[in-house]
């Protein structure tokens, strides 16, 4: 009868993902223009845990979350970003299949049974500078000053 119950409570366990799991998560960034690696990029990471930053290629580790990873990169005239979707792992099923779900609520609200892919690549394009005009419409030009005797404007 031990034995019976010494492998329940190792399966019960080795379910779920907040005990033999992390809830941290090793993540690599790069960054490609024109199917070429671009390094020196600033890139943002957030999600609903937290914000971390890095240049490219670069690695970081994130807290994992049930939300999306959000990745914004920006270099002087280039920038991209991307979502990258939060996925369960193999933990998350064993505690609904064992733990009948307790297990599952635990592990979703410490993110321990959530996954990022180890790796994402950003595609980055060119941005127009923020100081042109948008088009020649949108330029002006200062009205020429008034001329000697004229009348100030009335208000």
Not at 48 to 64: L, Q, R
Not at 144 to 149: E, F, K, V
Request: aromatic share 4%; glycine share 12%.
């Amino acid at each position: 009868m031990f034995k019976i119950v010494t492998v329940v409570a190792m399966l019960a366990l080795t379910g779920c993902a907040s005990i033999s799991g992390e809830k941290l998560q090793p993540l690599s960034v790069t960054t490609v223009m024109d199917n070429k690696e671009v390094s020196g990029v600033g890139c943002t990471l957030s999600n609903d845990a937290g914000s971390w930053f890095i240049t490219s290629p670069g690695s970081t580790t994130v807290h994992k979350s049930t939300g999306d990873l959000v990745i914004d990169c920006k270099r002087d005239s280039v920038a991209g970003n991307t979502r990258v979707v939060s996925k369960s792992n193999g933990a998350v099923w064993g505690n609904i299949l064992l733990g009948g779900g307790i297990g599952y609520i635990i592990d979703r609200n410490t993110g321990a049974g959530f996954d990022y892919p180890a790796t994402v690549t950003v595609m980055l394009r060119q941005v127009a500078d923020s100081l042109a005009p948008a088009s020649p419409a949108a330029a002006t030009t200062p009205a020429p000053a008034p001329g000697p005797g004229a009348a100030p404007n009335a208000k």
